[in-house]
């Protein structure tokens, strides 16, 4: 067969068709045993996407699964690799079907993709993660080692020094005859671990296509890098919108897609004619970036009980008690506006979402600018730095006060 292609059908046949020990990685992301339709619209609205994820038993499903590992196993080259992606909802079952397709000897990795989670309307612990595990066909399996940066809290610096056990087998600091430090080899980072923290696609991501539960090209990405180098050939038999295919385009490397809805292929098809990946800001310049308020802000919100909020200049925090159920949010008066630019900037990102009362946490002495032209359901409170100064100056005139008078009256 050639690749290079997105072919329609049910896989199970398909693969029939493939040669034994021709394909390098087979990534497959199939229904996760939901029994649910998964039905999303294209981002302009003008089409539903929709997937089966309906099956009679569990035994039917697992029978999916393990004839489609089998044809994987087969078509695997013998330093090939297979990433199968699932959920809580069948892992535990797919496990025990991938260790008696390929063996527990070829078990390499049990993959945690996390990425955030804002609600959960069901009782129990929010579900942000899922699993991909990570078979080789043979203990010779082809596999790029991807490093990482070193955390904020590692030394980079006692990294860098070779170490020794001593007449003790102690860990220490390996030195010359000179008693100089002696520098290892450079270092290329952490390994990558088994733990991966890449972003969903949101809801406004370009690369966003509008098929369900569609994977980002990134995550793809780091399963191809490792597994797999440039000419090599990957296989996705649940290709669905084409992500694994648009990664492997992009990284250089051959593929083929199955899938059996003909939505899926064209769609597969049209991204692969104008591919769109999306970058992750998140990933970019880290979690670190997106935290802009000062320690002093911080500080405030903690006093009032506040959660901080980023990137919202008319929001800095919401009270963490609802106000008879509504949000309360809550904007810091910055340095450089006045008391009436606060409660401006809160009222405007306020507009339409019946907030009952809100706070603005006033800062600095100076009242002046414009305080409010209009109905305002705004509570000023005083921050406690400004209260404690408020109080060291009346305490101030106070004195002064008394002593003028016990200076008037000679004491
Ligand atoms: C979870 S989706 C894959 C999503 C994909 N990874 C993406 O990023 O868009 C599973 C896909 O498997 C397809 N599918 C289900 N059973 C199949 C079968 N027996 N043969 C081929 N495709 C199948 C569905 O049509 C669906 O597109």
Known sequence: MDSNKIIQGDCQDKLKELRDE????????????????????????????????????????????????????RVLKNTGSVFLHCDKTASHNIRVILDKVFGRDNFQSEIVWSYKRWSNSKKGLLNAHQVIFFYSKTKNFKFNTIYTDYSATTNIDQILQERERDENGKSVYKRDENGNIVLGKGKKGVPLSDVWNIPYLNPKA????????????LLLNQIIRIATDEGDLVLDPFCGSGTTCVSAK????????????????????????????????????????????TEKELAILQSINAIPVQRNAGIDGFLREQNKDKPVPVKIQREDETLGDAIEKLERASIGKGYDYKIVVQTSESVAGRLFGFESNVQIIKSLELQAKERAQQSTKAQRAVGSIAGAAGI
Request: aromatic fraction near 10%.
């Open 250 to 293: 992009h990284l250089k490397r051959c593929y083929i897609g199955i899938d059996k809805s003909m939505d899926a292929v064209n769609l597969a098809n049209s991204r692969l004619g104008e591919m769109v990946i999306t970058e992750s800001e998140l990933l970019n310049k880290g979690t670190e970036s997106y935290l802009e308020k």
């Open 22 to 73: 021709s394909v390098d990685l087979v990534y497959f992301d199939p229904p996760f045993f939901t029994q649910k339709t998964h039905s999303l619209k294209s981002r302009d609205n003008s089409k539903t996407y929709a997937f089966e994820d309906r099956y009679n038993s569990l035994d039917k499903y697992l029978e999916l699964i393990e004839n489609v590992l089998e044809h994987s196993q």
């Open 206 to 217: 370009k690369e966003r296509t509008g098929y369900p539960t569609q994977k980002p090209v």
